[in-house]
């Protein structure tokens, strides 16, 4: 996937600014990069709405002033879920037994904003929203088959969370949210319908 | 504290490289057979009263000349489909010509081929597959609805043709219901044969028009 390879890359280049750079205390003025390993479980999904780590998420802000920050995010999840073997009447005659593994893979991004408090301090917590596009596919594997359809909707979601900076010149620390997210996608797959997409999880990772 | 972090950096940077989208594990699918039914919904099932079934099982494979399976296991796979169909309440005839119904069963032996069509007439253009003319004086096949079939080795095919239907030089003969039942391959050939019969069993079985 072409967005996984930019996004890797991206990535890539910022780790290798931040090592390179140890001396710095701060990598860009006035900003801030996270990059978060996520946990996240769908709810009142009927599809795929197991919890799972399988999801990052990375983000950029600017300080337009000294509490707020604004800048680009993007992250992505994959839920699994595993389906015993049962009946699906597909309709117009069509019926199915099989079992299956059900996977829901969203991928938002766009815009996040903060408002920060005790930026000086240690610990400087924060709320945030995030708003934009999200790209989502909802798949069934069964037999030797992936049948999936893909959607794309309205994204936001609010959080809250904290960066810890042991150092407050070295701004180099721990980063930890909580979120929830609602993505306005619908899709179909089989007899399985997903009408809006909505997540709760959790966010651990490092600020600098 | 600097250099720990330092080490969770390259940690999380690790689980972002490795995957973006996860895919399942699909070993558990091997698990267990799949069985897919297709019926025409116009047809009036219940104004047939006999089927007749041939005595062998065509084999897709590699070869160019038809072959045909015909040892106690493919017995017994017949055997299945006609325990079905009598309890379903149609009888078994042994002249085709004095049918209603004609059942052709296939089993895919080697190759892998997928359709997924919504032309009926698509089995025009499969080699060495029952031909329409041994059922009589039909030109090619006809299904009166999409059909979806995933051929992969070890799938059995169970189809049912309208031998009520009008024949002619342009006619074509009408497959009013069909199954397909996959992931029938296992090491061990026992297992095969049961899974077989429980996807003839099941494939009956969810068709809720007998």
């Known amino acids: 996937m072409k967005t996984s390879k930019y996004l890797k890359f991206a990535a890539f280049c910022t780790a290798l600014l931040a090592f390179a750079t140890p001396s710095k205390a701060q990598l860009f003025p006035h900003t801030y990069i996270n990059v978060d390993w996520q946990m996240g479980v769908p709810l009142s999904t009927s599809f795929a709405d197991k919890a799972s780590g399988w999801g990052m998420n990375f983000e950029g802000g600017y300080f337009v002033t000294p509490a707020i920050t604004v800048g680009p995010f993007i992250s992505y999840q994959t839920n699994l879920e595993s389906i015993d073997r049962q009946t699906l009447d597909l309709g117009d005659g069509s019926i199915l037994t099989t079992n299956q593994e059900h996977a829901l893979y969203q991928l938002p991004f766009g815009v996040t904003a903060r408002y920060n408090w005790m930026t000086k301090r240690v610990f400087q917590p924060y709320v945030g929203m995030k708003l934009g596009a999200c790209y989502a596919e909802m798949s069934s594997y069964y037999y030797v088959v992936k049948q999936y359809s893909d959607s794309w909707g309205f994204y936001m979601s609010p959080e809250i969370g904290a960066s810890i900076f042991p150092n407050p010149d070295y701004r180099m620390g721990i980063h930890m949210a909580l979120y929830y997210s609602f993505a306005t996608n619908q899709s179909d797959v089989l007899i399985y319908s997903v009408n809006n997409i909505n997540n709760f999880g959790v966010r651990i990772g490092i600020s600098f | ?210």
């Open chain 2, 1 to 210: 504290m600097v250099k720990t972090l330092r080490y969770l950096a390259y940690a999380l940077l690790a689980v972002a490289f490795s995957a973006c989208q996860k895919e399942p594990s699909t070993s558990d699918l091997d698990n267990d057979y799949l069985v897919y039914t297709d019926y025409d919904t116009s047809v009036d099932f219940a104004a047939f009263e006999t089927y007749f079934i041939p005595d062998s099982i065509l084999i897709i494979g590699s070869n160019y000349e038809a072959e045909y399976w015909k040892d106690d296991s493919a017995q017994q796979l017949i055997a299945a489909v006609t325990a079905q169909m009598d309890n379903a309440g149609y009888t078994q005839v042994a002249d085709k010509a004095a049918a209603d119904l004609g059942i052709q069963m296939s089993y895919v032996e080697k190759v892998t081929y997928f359709v997924g069509y919504n032309n009926p007439y698509w089995w025009w253009y499969y080699p060495y597959y029952w031909a329409p003319g041994y059922w009589g004086d039909w030109l090619g096949w006809h299904y009166p609805y999409s059909v979806y079939y995933g051929y992969t080795a070890g799938s059995l095919l169970v189809e049912m043709v309208n031998l009520d239907a009008q024949a002619g030089e342009n006619k074509k003969l009408p497959v009013v219901w069909d199954s397909f039942i996959g992931g029938l391959l296992t090491s061990n050939s026992q297992v095969n044969l049961q899974r077989t019969i429980d996807g003839i069993d099941q494939a009956f079985e969810q068709t809720p028009i007998w």
